[in-house]
T-cell receptor, first 114, second 112 residues
Framework: AQTVTQSQPEMSVQEAETVTLSCTYD???????LFWYKQPPSRQMILVIR??????QNATENRFSVNFQKAAKSFSLKISDSQLGDTAMYFC???????????FGAGTRLTVKP | EAQVTQNPRYLITVTGKKLTVTCSQN?????MSWYRQDPGLGLRQIYY???????DKGDVPEGYKVSRKEKRNFPLILESPSPNQTSLYFC???????????FGPGTRLTVL
Protein backbone atom coordinates (compact mmCIF):
# COMPACT_ATOMS: atom_id res chain seq x y z
CA ALA A 1 0.00 0.00 0.00
CA GLN A 2 1.15 3.50 -0.76
CA THR A 3 1.82 5.68 2.27
CA VAL A 4 2.95 9.26 2.72
CA THR A 5 4.74 10.42 5.86
CA GLN A 6 5.26 13.97 7.04
CA SER A 7 7.43 13.73 10.13
CA GLN A 8 7.12 17.36 11.25
CA PRO A 9 3.67 18.10 12.72
CA GLU A 10 4.58 21.75 13.34
CA MET A 11 7.27 24.14 12.22
CA SER A 12 7.94 27.84 12.49
CA VAL A 13 10.14 30.26 10.57
CA GLN A 14 10.97 33.93 10.72
CA GLU A 15 9.65 36.15 7.99
CA ALA A 16 12.07 36.37 5.02
CA GLU A 17 13.89 33.18 6.08
CA THR A 18 13.90 29.83 4.29
CA VAL A 19 12.18 26.71 5.58
CA THR A 20 12.08 23.11 4.35
CA LEU A 21 9.21 20.73 4.97
CA SER A 22 9.94 17.04 4.68
CA CYS A 23 7.91 14.27 3.07
CA THR A 24 8.66 10.63 2.42
CA TYR A 25 6.53 8.07 0.64
CA ASP A 26 6.46 4.36 0.08
CA UNK A 27 5.55 2.73 -3.22
CA UNK A 28 6.61 -0.06 -5.53
CA UNK A 29 5.39 1.87 -8.57
CA UNK A 30 7.76 3.63 -10.93
CA UNK A 31 5.44 6.21 -12.48
CA UNK A 32 3.63 8.63 -10.23
CA UNK A 33 2.88 12.23 -9.34
CA LEU A 34 3.84 14.06 -6.17
CA PHE A 35 2.14 17.19 -4.89
CA TRP A 36 2.35 19.80 -2.19
CA TYR A 37 -0.85 21.54 -1.09
CA LYS A 38 -1.38 24.55 1.14
CA GLN A 39 -4.38 24.94 3.43
CA PRO A 40 -4.57 28.39 5.06
CA PRO A 41 -6.93 29.11 7.96
CA SER A 42 -9.71 29.66 5.43
CA ARG A 43 -9.56 25.87 4.86
CA GLN A 44 -9.26 26.32 1.10
CA MET A 45 -6.97 23.67 -0.45
CA ILE A 46 -4.49 25.14 -2.90
CA LEU A 47 -2.07 23.24 -5.15
CA VAL A 48 1.42 24.64 -4.55
CA ILE A 49 3.61 22.46 -6.72
CA ARG A 50 3.51 19.23 -8.71
CA UNK A 51 6.26 16.83 -9.76
CA UNK A 52 6.20 13.87 -12.12
CA UNK A 53 8.46 11.03 -11.02
CA UNK A 54 10.05 10.51 -14.44
CA UNK A 55 11.38 14.08 -14.46
CA UNK A 56 14.75 14.43 -12.81
CA GLN A 57 14.58 18.22 -12.70
CA ASN A 58 13.08 19.55 -9.50
CA ALA A 59 9.87 21.55 -9.91
CA THR A 60 9.81 25.22 -8.92
CA GLU A 61 7.02 27.78 -8.59
CA ASN A 62 8.28 31.22 -7.65
CA ARG A 63 9.43 31.00 -4.00
CA PHE A 64 8.48 27.32 -3.75
CA SER A 65 10.76 24.52 -4.88
CA VAL A 66 11.11 20.82 -4.22
CA ASN A 67 13.99 18.46 -3.64
CA PHE A 68 12.88 15.21 -5.24
CA GLN A 69 15.06 12.21 -4.42
CA LYS A 70 13.44 9.25 -6.18
CA ALA A 71 15.77 6.56 -4.86
CA ALA A 72 15.27 7.77 -1.29
CA LYS A 73 11.51 8.30 -1.90
CA SER A 74 11.80 11.79 -0.52
CA PHE A 75 9.97 14.92 -1.67
CA SER A 76 10.74 17.98 0.47
CA LEU A 77 9.32 21.48 -0.06
CA LYS A 78 11.51 24.55 0.30
CA ILE A 79 9.90 27.93 0.85
CA SER A 80 12.26 30.84 0.30
CA ASP A 81 11.76 34.38 1.58
CA SER A 82 8.90 33.25 3.82
CA GLN A 83 5.94 35.60 4.06
CA LEU A 84 3.24 35.93 6.69
CA GLY A 85 0.73 34.65 4.12
CA ASP A 86 2.61 31.36 3.96
CA THR A 87 1.23 30.48 7.40
CA ALA A 88 -0.86 27.36 6.74
CA MET A 89 -1.08 23.59 6.90
CA TYR A 90 0.97 21.95 4.17
CA PHE A 91 0.12 18.53 2.85
CA CYS A 92 2.27 16.24 0.75
CA UNK A 93 0.39 13.85 -1.56
CA UNK A 94 1.08 11.01 -3.96
CA UNK A 95 -0.74 9.45 -6.89
CA UNK A 96 0.31 6.62 -9.22
CA UNK A 97 -0.36 6.73 -12.93
CA UNK A 98 -2.08 3.35 -12.75
CA UNK A 99 -4.49 3.79 -9.88
CA UNK A 100 -5.21 7.52 -9.81
CA UNK A 101 -6.08 7.31 -6.14
CA UNK A 102 -4.52 10.08 -4.08
CA UNK A 103 -2.77 9.53 -0.75
CA PHE A 104 -2.02 12.42 1.60
CA GLY A 105 0.33 12.86 4.51
CA ALA A 106 -0.97 14.04 7.89
CA GLY A 107 0.25 17.56 7.27
CA THR A 108 2.75 20.07 8.69
CA ARG A 109 1.49 23.23 10.35
CA LEU A 110 3.80 26.09 9.37
CA THR A 111 3.80 29.40 11.21
CA VAL A 112 5.67 32.36 9.78
CA LYS A 113 6.63 34.80 12.53
CA PRO A 114 7.06 38.55 11.96
CA GLU B 1 -14.36 32.23 -13.14
CA ALA B 2 -12.96 28.72 -12.84
CA GLN B 3 -14.31 27.08 -9.73
CA VAL B 4 -15.58 24.01 -7.92
CA THR B 5 -18.77 24.55 -5.97
CA GLN B 6 -20.09 22.41 -3.15
CA ASN B 7 -23.45 22.51 -1.44
CA PRO B 8 -24.29 22.71 1.33
CA ARG B 9 -21.31 24.31 3.07
CA TYR B 10 -22.55 23.28 6.52
CA LEU B 11 -24.93 20.50 7.46
CA ILE B 12 -26.09 19.06 10.76
CA THR B 13 -28.15 15.91 10.47
CA VAL B 14 -29.17 12.83 12.42
CA THR B 15 -28.09 9.23 12.14
CA GLY B 16 -29.76 7.37 9.31
CA LYS B 17 -31.18 10.32 7.38
CA LYS B 18 -30.03 10.11 3.76
CA LEU B 19 -28.18 13.13 2.43
CA THR B 20 -26.43 14.30 -0.73
CA VAL B 21 -23.58 16.78 -1.02
CA THR B 22 -23.39 18.24 -4.50
CA CYS B 23 -20.21 19.10 -6.37
CA SER B 24 -19.97 20.92 -9.67
CA GLN B 25 -17.05 22.22 -11.76
CA ASN B 26 -17.05 24.55 -14.76
CA UNK B 27 -13.64 23.71 -16.24
CA UNK B 28 -14.49 20.59 -18.25
CA UNK B 29 -12.08 18.56 -16.11
CA UNK B 30 -12.04 14.81 -16.58
CA UNK B 31 -10.94 13.89 -13.05
CA MET B 32 -13.10 14.53 -9.99
CA SER B 33 -12.75 13.21 -6.47
CA TRP B 34 -14.07 13.40 -2.92
CA TYR B 35 -12.01 13.59 0.27
CA ARG B 36 -12.68 13.75 3.95
CA GLN B 37 -10.40 15.62 6.32
CA ASP B 38 -10.07 14.62 9.95
CA PRO B 39 -7.62 16.02 12.53
CA GLY B 40 -4.27 14.25 12.52
CA LEU B 41 -5.16 12.16 9.47
CA GLY B 42 -4.79 14.63 6.63
CA LEU B 43 -7.13 14.10 3.71
CA ARG B 44 -8.34 10.67 2.73
CA GLN B 45 -9.84 9.95 -0.63
CA ILE B 46 -13.35 8.51 -0.65
CA TYR B 47 -14.10 8.05 -4.37
CA TYR B 48 -12.76 9.36 -7.62
CA UNK B 49 -13.87 9.47 -11.22
CA UNK B 50 -11.78 9.59 -14.38
CA UNK B 51 -14.72 10.47 -16.62
CA UNK B 52 -18.47 10.17 -17.08
CA UNK B 53 -19.84 6.83 -15.81
CA UNK B 54 -16.37 5.83 -14.51
CA UNK B 55 -15.95 5.79 -10.74
CA ASP B 56 -13.53 4.02 -8.43
CA LYS B 57 -13.10 3.54 -4.71
CA GLY B 58 -10.47 5.51 -2.88
CA ASP B 59 -9.01 4.81 0.53
CA VAL B 60 -12.21 5.08 2.63
CA PRO B 61 -15.31 4.37 0.49
CA GLU B 62 -17.41 2.52 3.09
CA GLY B 63 -20.71 4.26 3.80
CA TYR B 64 -20.56 6.50 0.72
CA LYS B 65 -21.83 6.40 -2.85
CA VAL B 66 -21.10 8.58 -5.85
CA SER B 67 -22.29 8.96 -9.41
CA ARG B 68 -20.93 10.69 -12.51
CA LYS B 69 -23.78 11.05 -14.98
CA GLU B 70 -22.50 14.37 -16.33
CA LYS B 71 -18.94 15.56 -16.63
CA ARG B 72 -19.47 18.65 -14.48
CA ASN B 73 -21.23 17.00 -11.50
CA PHE B 74 -20.04 14.47 -8.95
CA PRO B 75 -22.43 14.18 -6.00
CA LEU B 76 -21.54 12.38 -2.77
CA ILE B 77 -24.35 10.36 -1.23
CA LEU B 78 -24.58 9.12 2.35
CA GLU B 79 -27.43 6.61 2.38
CA SER B 80 -27.46 6.14 6.15
CA PRO B 81 -25.09 8.59 7.83
CA SER B 82 -23.45 7.66 11.12
CA PRO B 83 -21.59 9.81 13.68
CA ASN B 84 -18.20 8.54 12.46
CA GLN B 85 -18.90 10.32 9.18
CA THR B 86 -18.77 13.66 10.92
CA SER B 87 -15.98 15.38 9.03
CA LEU B 88 -14.92 18.11 6.64
CA TYR B 89 -15.51 17.04 3.04
CA PHE B 90 -13.79 18.37 -0.06
CA CYS B 91 -14.58 17.87 -3.71
CA UNK B 92 -11.84 18.46 -6.27
CA UNK B 93 -11.42 18.42 -10.01
CA UNK B 94 -8.38 18.36 -12.24
CA UNK B 95 -7.15 17.74 -15.74
CA UNK B 96 -6.15 14.20 -16.63
CA UNK B 97 -2.49 14.96 -15.95
CA UNK B 98 -3.30 16.85 -12.73
CA UNK B 99 -1.34 19.93 -13.71
CA UNK B 100 -4.40 22.06 -13.02
CA UNK B 101 -6.38 21.32 -9.87
CA UNK B 102 -9.16 23.04 -8.03
CA PHE B 103 -10.75 22.19 -4.71
CA GLY B 104 -14.20 23.17 -3.56
CA PRO B 105 -14.59 25.26 -0.40
CA GLY B 106 -15.44 22.26 1.80
CA THR B 107 -18.59 20.97 3.50
CA ARG B 108 -18.64 20.67 7.26
CA LEU B 109 -20.90 17.72 8.10
CA THR B 110 -22.04 16.82 11.62
CA VAL B 111 -24.00 13.62 12.20
CA LEU B 112 -25.72 13.42 15.58
Amino acid sequence: AQTVTQSQPEMSVQEAETVTLSCTYDTSENNYYLFWYKQPPSRQMILVIRQEAYKQQNATENRFSVNFQKAAKSFSLKISDSQLGDTAMYFCAFMTYNNNDMRFGAGTRLTVKP
Amino acid sequence: EAQVTQNPRYLITVTGKKLTVTCSQNMNHEYMSWYRQDPGLGLRQIYYSMNVEVTDKGDVPEGYKVSRKEKRNFPLILESPSPNQTSLYFCASSTRTHNEQFFGPGTRLTVL
